[in-house]
């Protein structure tokens, strides 16, 4: 697959010692302890004394970690997740975290490594014809997005009701065509522990509460530095709305008829709400909302060539959109911050990285591909991408939906990772507007 092309902006070129410096600097894997508790119960207050040091010793200890020194912007006060994390999407620095590695239910965010397992088996213009077996083991009250027994859709139609209306009942039908529930689940835990996402154990590839089904905001944000490396992944959770289609019903002429129907991304950074502007430069990727989970929302927004991404989990805040308001302080905190602030830590490559880059004749640079479509820049067929922001500097700016390669840009050769230290922006960014 080639390497994008080089464009002023920001240059493809690394070196092979960078790449070996990555290789090396990546720290040994730590397990974290086993997940415990009952889906049912209250999260506990106090994070556990002993985390995963996956990323460095700092993201291991509990509490507020953050390099502060003179010139760097100092960490918005009124952050009442339980954890989060501010990181570089591109070098993969961590620049300021708070229990960064604790263990808590991930609800619909979990969808993200749902869509990084499963995105690249399907080709998006395939159908399934929905059977009733196919919608069984949802859980009481899970998000919908309305898809009805014997009605055909197109893996396209059903990863826009994953990635916008965060429908379990797409999830439970792209499993099932992925031989079910149990061998997704199965799936999701290989590939999270490919990714290093180590503080992960999926129960239920929805997200729905399940008892020892646990993520962290480090592990969240593993999982969507790797998605966000697929073409596909990077269209859907950019996309603001989209049509879906509706049920077949007969006209008054009695032939059959189906309509469609539109849906709107419930990540309100992207698609806006009252009160909460859209976030400039915002471009995805998740959130959710689970009885034990709270609040979870995973972003990534880019902001004068710089990408971050950003996880908050469960705000204890009551106040509505609370997990939106506190990632956006904690966006503007790491716009302010980044080049200023010493990291506390980094997101490792994925197990298979090293080996890659150290094999003779690896090419440094790629994209990894989407669901066998290699979709570009423009969103589906009745979507509506990221809606248009302004810059910080007061200048015109475009919402970015992005198409960058994520956060290190890798590209599969024989079932393993090639590492590259930065991501280039130029021909994998994509400037949308409404239309």
């Known amino acids: 697959m080639p390497a994008p092309k080089k464009t002023a902006r920001r240059s493809l070129l690394v070196t092979s010692a960078v790449l070996s410096s990555l290789a090396l600097a990546a ?29 460095g010793a700092r993201l291991g200890q509990p509490g507020t970690q953050v390099n502060l020194a003179s010139g760097v912007p100092v960490l918005p006060k009124d952050v009442s997740a339980r954890s989060w994390i501010v990181a570089d999407a591109e070098s993969g620095d961590v620049l300021a975290a708070h229990n960064a590695h604790w ?22 213009t395939a159908k399934h014809k929905v059977v009733p077996s196919d919608l069984a083991g949802m859980g009481a009250g899970s998000s919908l997005v309305g898809i009805k027994e014997d009605e055909t859709y197109t893996v396209h139609d059903l990863w826009l009701g994953v990635f916008l209306r965060s429908g379990n009942d797409a999830v439970h039908v792209l499993s099932a065509m992925n031989k079910g529930v149990d061998n997704t689940v199965k799936e999701m835990n290989e590939h999270a522990e490919e990714l290093q996402a180590l503080d992960t154990n999926v129960v ?108 908050v989990m469960n705000p204890e805040k009551p106040e509505h959109n609370e997990v939106y308001k506190e990632t956006a302080r904690l966006f503007d905190w790491g716009f302010k911050a980044a080049g200023k602030v010493q990291p506390v830590g980094e997101l490792v490559p994925p ?44 200048s015109s700016g475009i919402g970015i939906a992005l198409g960058i390669a994520g956060g290190v840009l890798v590209l599969l050769a024989g079932g393993a990772f090639l590492i590259n230290r930065r991501w280039p922006l130029p021909d994998l960014v994509r400037r949308r507007t409404r239309p």
């Open 103 to 124: 263990r808590l239910a991930p609800a619909s965010t979990l969808k993200m490594l749902f869509a990084d397992t499963l995105l690249p088996k399907f080709p998006r």
């Open 27 to 55: 720290p040994a894997a730590v397990a974290a302890p086993s997940p415990s508790g009952s889906a049912s119960a209250s999260p506990s207050a106090t994070p556990p004394a002993s985390m995963s040091t996956v990323g």
């Open 204 to 311: 239920s590839p929805d997200g729905y509460d399940a008892e020892k089904q646990v993520s962290s905001a480090y592990d969240l944000t593993l999982i969507a530095r790797s998605g966000l490396q697929k073409k596909d992944f990077r269209e859907y959770c950019s996309t603001v709305s989209a049509k879906f289609p509706g049920q077949t019903k007969k006209n008054k002429k009695g032939k059959p008829v189906r309509e469609s129907f539109e849906i709107q991304n419930t990540n309100r950074l992207l698609s806006g709400d009252a009160g909460l502007p859209v976030y400039q430069g915002i471009a995805g990727v998740k959130n959710g909302n689970t009885t034990n989970a709270g609040a979870t929302f995973t972003g990534v927004a880019e902001r004068d060539g710089k990408v971050l991404l950003v996880t």
């Open 351 to 394: 197990k298979g990285a090293a080996q890659a880059s150290s094999e003779p004749g690896a090419n440094p640079s790629g994209e990894a591909g989407g669901s066998g479509s290699g979709v570009g820049g423009t969103a589906g067929t009745g979507g509506k991408p990221v809606a248009g922001a302004r810059a910080a500097n007061g």
